[in-house]
């Protein structure tokens, strides 16, 4: 980054804003639960709550430095190019500091980036997710402050990239195209093809091996490719890599399906000209999230709760783990999507962030029940706990008189 104002590190000022983050998103009944052994039973609920969930270093990281620079510029005017994490709880809590948001209006709604309104002097956060190569330049040069929250894992896969694009090879994606990661990682390839999953990587493979309607394949994957993507030169090498929050057994499917397809199409002489291995850049923590739920549903459990932001890639994942298993799951984002009474607002597994919700009444039941609790890596305690508290308040009521 050519920015002299370029920084990555911070200010030197976590131990000064440690208290205030603890005191607004640490606390309640979550360290009661993790010394109980991750078990935790008031009235007729039992909770299991998952042995690892909500803050990961990189989000921690990433709400320290915003709280760092907020201190460090106490009259600047501060800009981040997106929601710094996938929380509501914590995006909101940034705006009552100041912050201003480049990618919503007024309204809170989505709009396109205008960079050209940040004025000479002021301060520029990039969020946890980071920030494509375009947004990049147009900060460049500029007399602009930059602090750059990128997380590592991130900035791992970028460089993985990196690598295919030094190779000419095809980077293939795998991750949701219109998440502020993906959308990144992709600005940092010349060439590139998101897929969303399983299915989909299939479908390119026959594609490699069997051909087909070069019209078909770009209109389904329409949003999803570099420009002037061509099927039939453009899928001769690649290379797989990877939304860092996406299901890391997915991930691994994918690379050995590609892997197999160049294999078969290529022979085993000539693989390494067609296809480069991604190694592990499924971020640590987003693995740590996923084996705990895989380890929660293994209890006998009534119901699982699957706390975080509706756009949060991670927390979806962890919920699709639950529905997976055959439990019924609700993800919500905070305490506000239960009741009024014996009712819960939350969000499908396939429902886009912004809706159509859910609304299921009678959902808790009054006999005794064990609930799965969990959260996603943007979630602080604090909603968890808030969440929990509402849950046996909920069930005491459904049991008085």
């Not at 330049?137 to 690598?163: F, G, H, Q, S, Y």
């Not at 010349?190 to 019209?215: F, M, R």
């Not at 959260?375 to 005491?396: C, N, Q, W």
Request: charged share 25%; net charge negative; with cysteine.
């Amino acid at each position: 980054m050519a920015n002299p104002s370029y920084n990555r590190k911070g200010f030197g000022l976590k131990d000064q804003v440690r208290p205030e983050i603890v005191a607004e998103y640490d606390g309640g009944l979550i360290p009661q639960i993790r010394e109980q052994g991750y078990k935790y039973q008031r009235g007729n609920v039992t909770v299991h709550l998952a042995e690892a969930f909500g803050f990961c270093w990189g989000v921690d990281r990433a709400v320290s430095m915003a709280y760092e620079t907020r201190r460090h510029y106490p009259d600047k005017t501060i800009w981040i190019t997106n929601e710094i994490i996938h929380n509501p709880m914590v995006n909101a809590k940034l705006k009552e500091m100041g912050i201003k948001f480049l990618d919503l209006d007024e309204q809170d709604n989505p709009k396109i980036k205008d960079l050209g309104i940040v004025g000479e002097g002021d301060v520029v956060i990039l969020p946890a997710f980071g920030a494509a190569v375009k947004e990049m330049e147009a900060l460049e040069n500029r007399d602009i402050a930059i602090v750059d929250t990128t997380c590592p894992w991130v900035a791992r896969v970028w460089n993985r990239v990196a690598k295919y694009e030094n190779a000419n090879f095809t980077a293939i994606i795998h991750g949701k195209y219109a998440h502020e990661e993906t959308i990144a990682t992709a600005s940092r390839a010349h060439c590139y093809l998101t897929v969303l999953n399983l299915e989909e990587a299939q479908w390119v493979c026959d594609y490699i091996l069997h051909g087909g309607d070069k019209a078909v394949f770009l209109a389904k994957f329409e949003h999803a490719h570099s420009l002037n993507f061509d099927p039939d030169v453009d899928l001769e090498r690649v290379g797989v890599a990877n939304q860092t929050t996406m299901l890391q057994g997915e991930t691994e499917q994918i690379g050995k399906l590609f892997e197999r397809t160049m294999l078969e199409k290529y022979g085993p002489q000539a693989l390494s000209e067609h296809y480069m291995s991604a190694g592990d850049t499924i971020c640590n923590a987003t693995q740590e999230r996923q084996d705990a739920m895989l380890k929660l549903v293994e209890e006998p459990l009534e119901l699982i709760i699957v706390v975080g932001g509706f756009n949060s890639s991670n927390t979806s994942h962890l919920h699709e783990i639950g529905l997976r298993q055959g439990f019924r799951s609700y993800h919500i984002d905070s305490p506000n999507r239960i009741g009024p009474g014996n009712r819960i607002e939350h969000k499908p597994l396939e429902a886009s962030h912004r809706g159509p919700f859910t609304v299921e009444e009678n959902w808790l039941p009054a006999h005794p029940v064990k609930i799965g609790i969990t959260s996603g890596a943007s979630t602080p305690d604090r909603v968890v706990s808030e969440i929990l508290e509402k849950v046996f308040m909920l069930h005491e009521m459904l049991n008085a008189g």
